[in-house]
């Protein structure tokens, strides 16, 4: 059996799937990873000591949960064991702990279970690995695509040590369909090369699986960028250096003209190409502050609760969030007053001789201020009955106005506090015309 066994392992090497064929040999072979993988890293640690403790790989899917698995196996004396939760139950794992505890009393070598999936089996199965797990009869090496928080049994979690995997970079696909066009002697052109970077989106399986497919239908051992588009049944999105630019400057431009329709359809052209979101998430933020500003005060607060969403869920989920982000800046009332205010104030202050905070500004916490003038005469305002007369402005300032707010949404209400000259608070209890209630 042991000879059937290993024609049939040979026989998979050759004939299998590229990603099966390229599984790595050690730690060494792995791409990406470099914080969990790199050279004095947690993980690579723990396995050239040939101490690893029971872990959770967690990561989307191809970022080389099982690729670690396997080099982990070939990089420890101890015996190496791998199941699915997909298919097997808790009579197997049951099965492999009995050996497990025989073998460590008989020959004094450890166990480890790759279990994969792990986040398939139910909290009562899980229970079944937590004794084995807590007496060191075992050590689990559970995958999981899914947020361990919630999917793992939350005593076995806190008994193994949480590893997170992140999608591969451009540079790791890269690197990894070079190894493959090595194993598969074929050409491939750099548009063809970039077109699977961008579909696998950090996937290396999805990168091997489009490359394994386009070389059969690659001609003559080359192929070129409509290959990948019959292997993947789409047409690849151009997506030049000219293009990010020109779109993303649609994009901004769109929802400065509030035009949803436009803000939205760039927004895709950029996710279907292959943009990093956090780009367009961190230029929306940019923009809620820059072309919106107070006009519409919760235009940074939608912003920033995208971005935050999209590292929360991912992609492609985010794309929701995103695009209500975008729907909201592209129809939120316009001023970019607030950036006006810090561009000038920051041109003056680089321009002014000097800034000279008056007297009864400055601080007064410390003994002998009062000697020197420093806190004498502040009108707190909390204490005293209107201070708008209270002077703020260095001498050398005095007079200037920087921030100016434009009659749009919010802003018409600040106008309102600030009185018409845009310079000092006034009372007032009315509803404004811009529908905001100013009190």
Not at 62 to 89: E, N, R
Not at 269 to 296: N, T
Not at 304 to 311: H, M, T
Not at 314 to 331: C, D, F, R, V, W
Request: aromatic content about 6%; proline content about 4%.
């Amino acid at each position: 059996m042991d000879l059937f066994s290993s024609a049939a392992d040979d026989q998979l090497r050759s004939l299998g799937p590229l990603a099966a064929r390229l599984r790595p040999h050690s730690i060494d072979d792995i791409i990406g990873q470099e914080e969990l993988l790199g050279q004095g890293r947690p993980l690579r640690r723990l396995v050239e000591s040939d101490r690893l403790q029971s872990i959770i790989l967690w990561g989307p899917p191809g970022t080389g949960k099982t690729s670690i698995a396997l080099a982990i196996s070939s990089s420890t004396s101890s015996v190496f064991v791998q199941l699915s939760a997909v298919s097997v139950g808790v009579k197997e794992v049951r099965e492999v702990i009995e050996s497990a505890k025989f073998r460590l009393g008989s020959e004094g070598r450890r166990t480890i279970l790759f279990l994969d999936e792990i986040h398939r089996f139910s909290k009562s199965q899980q229970d079944a690995l937590l004794p084995a797990v807590e007496e060191g009869s075992i050590v689990l090496i559970g995958a999981t695509t899914e947020n361990p928080s919630f999917q793992v049994n939350a005593a076995l979690l806190s008994r193994s040590t949480l590893f997170r995997l992140e999608p591969l970079t451009s540079a790791n696909i890269e690197m990894l369909i070079r190894r493959a066009c090595s194993e598969l002697r074929c050409n491939i052109s750099d548009d063809a090369r970039d077109e699977i970077t961008r579909q696998s989106r950090g996937d290396a399986r999805r990168a091997l699986g489009l490359l394994d497919l386009a070389s059969v239908l690659g001609d003559g051992g080359s192929i070129s960028v409509d290959d990948i588009e019959r292997a993947s049944g789409s047409v690849a999105l151009r997506y030049g250096v000219d293009d990010h630019y020109d779109i993303v400057s649609a994009f901004i431009k769109s929802m400065r003209g509030s035009d949803p329709q436009a803000s939205i359809l760039y927004l895709a052209r950029m996710l279907s190409s292959g943009e990093d979101p956090r780009f367009i998430a961190r230029r929306m933020i940019i923009f809620a502050s820059e072309d919106v500003g107070l006009a519409d005060p919760t235009a940074l607060t939608a912003a920033v609760s995208a971005a935050q969403a999209l590292e929360l869920v991912g992609m492609p989920e985010a794309q929701l969030n995103l695009a209500q982000a975008a729907i909201h800046l592209s129809t939120a009332p316009k001023s970019n007053a607030t950036a006006q205010a810090i561009w000038t104030a920051r041109r003056d202050v680089e321009q002014a001789d000097r800034i000279e905070i008056p007297a009864h500004l400055r601080d007064a916490h410390y003994q002998g201020a009062e000697a020197i003038g420093h806190g004498v005469g502040y009108a707190n305002p909390h204490e005293v009955s209107g201070s708008s007369d209270q002077v703020y402005l260095p001498a050398n300032l005095l007079g200037s106005v920087w921030y100016s707010p434009s009659n749009a949404g919010f802003e018409g209400v600040i106008r309102t506090r600030m009185g018409s000259g845009g310079s000092g608070p006034e009372e007032v209890d009315h509803e404004a015309d811009n529908g905001y209630e100013v009190k």
